[in-house]
Structures are given as C-alpha cells and as structure tokens.
C-alpha cells in the first residue's frame, strides 16, 4: 500500500506542481473513494480532485480503455457554465444558437441592442458580439459568414481572430492556410491553447499523428492540462476526429 501511495503522490505532483495535500485520504488502488479530510468530498478518480482542479479533471484521468465513461463525462461537462472552458484563444464551449443563425440572412448578425439582424460592418456591434458570431457561424458551417463577421472585428491580429481563421480555412479545405493563421496565432499569444488544439485536430485529420502529439505536449507544459483544448485534441488523437468548436 505505501508503494501504492507513493506512486499516487508522485502522478498528483507530476499533474497539480504541488504536493499532495496535508490531510489528503487515498486508497491502496488509487481508483475508488478518494477525497481530502474535512471538505466531506469524496471523488470516484485515479487521482483525488482538489477545488482548483479544473472542470476536466476527471475526464482527464478516466483510464483510455473507458471510452464510453469518457463520453458520458464530456456530455456532462460540456452542460456547465461557458465561464468554466475558458482557455488561451476564446472561450471553448460549443456556442449557443441565437438569432444570428435562426434568423438573420446574407450575413447579417443579431444586434440585442437593435433587436434586429445588422450588417456585422454596421460598426453597431463590439468585438465580444462579433467573436460570439463568428463561433456561432463556424459551428454552424456558415463559414462565409464567419469570415465576414471576422473581417468586421477592429483588431486583425488579435489572436482570437487568427485563430478563427486558422479554422474556418482548415474546415473549408485551405488546410496550409489555416495552419499558416494558427501559427500567427501562436506568435501573437504563446499560451493560446485553442489555436494549437485546433492546429492539432488539423493534423490528427491529415494523419499527421506525430505533429498532433507535439502541439498536446505544448499544451500541457504552457498549463492547459485539463482544458476543454487539451481535452479535446487529446481525444481527437485517440478516435482520429476533431471537433467543430
């Protein structure tokens, strides 16, 4: 059992940077009831979840072999708070349909203020309303539409626009100029998680396994383990399919 224990210790600095935690309770499998005295949290994990763990702790550490727990876990987290996905890039959750994609036309965004559709080039509109578009769109599969509510954003080389860019090219084919837009991405913000999980998914369609491997370990060493990002490209590397947000 110390053997055991050492061995959870060990995975638990190598995950949080940190020790285990003083009062920590842990089991000699490290996989059944696990929690931290006092706090009345008992976790059923490989490791045991701390309150700063992030909202994909579990489905992180869920063993490989377990795809269909994974799954049910994903859908269950993809059901909280868009505030909890966020990540270098944007926010990573899948976007609400609004009135931009149920009832605008040619292009036109849903104005809240205006109560109307507006041209996204009207200047009636903020970034945050743009961006929130252009998610909407890509995952809808307007891609025109996308690009041209990107096109309306005030500052190109933001790294959310480069980003998105980057991927509605890549969906629309240009797979060279998505990745050239990813890379800009990455210049502009390091730590923009989404552009390389996104670059990464580009690379897991193309084959390039090696590549999508190398894009997860940046994520993970700049501090993205266990986000929507690095959750994502990582079970795209395993079922060989990337995600439409």
């Known amino acids: 059992m110390a053997a055991a224990q050492t061995t959870c210790a060990k995975r638990f600095a190598e995950i949080h940077g940190k020790n285990w935690p003083a009062g920590a309770v842990r089991d000699d499998s490290c996989h059944r009831r696990i929690g931290v005295r006092g706090q009345g949290a008992r976790f059923t994990t490989s490791l045991p979840r701390l309150p700063d763990a992030g909202p994909y702790y579990m489905l992180a550490h869920v063993p490989n072999r377990s795809l269909t727990m994974r799954r049910l876990l994903l859908s269950a987290l993809l059901s909280l708070p868009t505030a909890a996905f966020a990540a270098g890039g944007g926010s990573d959750s899948a976007p609400t349909q609004t009135n931009t994609?149920?009832?605008?036309?040619?292009?036109?965004?849903?104005?809240?203020?205006?109560?109307?559709?507006?041209?996204?080039?009207?200047?009636?509109?903020?970034?945050?309303?743009?961006?929130?578009?252009?998610?909407?769109?890509?995952?809808?599969?307007?891609?025109?539409?996308?690009?041209?509510?990107?096109?309306?954003?005030?500052?190109?080389?933001?790294?959310?626009?480069?980003?998105?860019?980057?991927?509605?090219?890549?969906?629309?084919?240009?797979?060279?100029?998505?990745?050239?837009?990813?890379?800009?991405?990455?210049?502009?913000?390091?730590?923009?998680?989404?552009?390389?999980?996104?670059?990464?998914?580009?690379?897991?369609e193309s084959g390039k396994l090696d590549l999508a491997r190398a894009q997860l370990t940046e994520i993970r060493t700049r501090g993205g383990r266990g986000t929507?990002?690095?959750?994502?490209?990582?079970?795209?590397?395993?079922?060989?399919?990337?995600?439409?947000?």
């Open 228 to 245: 929507w990002a690095e959750i994502s490209l990582r079970m795209a590397i395993e079922n060989g399919r990337g995600y439409s947000y």
């Open 101 to 204: 994609t149920k009832e605008c036309k040619n292009g036109k965004v849903w104005s809240q203020q205006a109560n109307a559709c507006v041209n996204p080039q009207s200047g009636s509109l903020d970034d945050d309303s743009l961006y929130g578009a252009v998610r909407e769109f890509a995952y809808a599969g307007m891609y025109d539409e996308a690009l041209g509510a990107l096109a309306a954003m005030s500052d190109q080389g933001d790294d959310r626009v480069l980003t998105y860019l980057g991927f509605v090219h890549r969906k629309q084919g240009d797979v060279e100029l998505g990745n050239a837009y990813y890379r800009q991405a990455i210049a502009a913000n390091p730590d923009n998680f989404l552009a390389r999980s996104y670059m990464g998914q580009g690379f897991v």
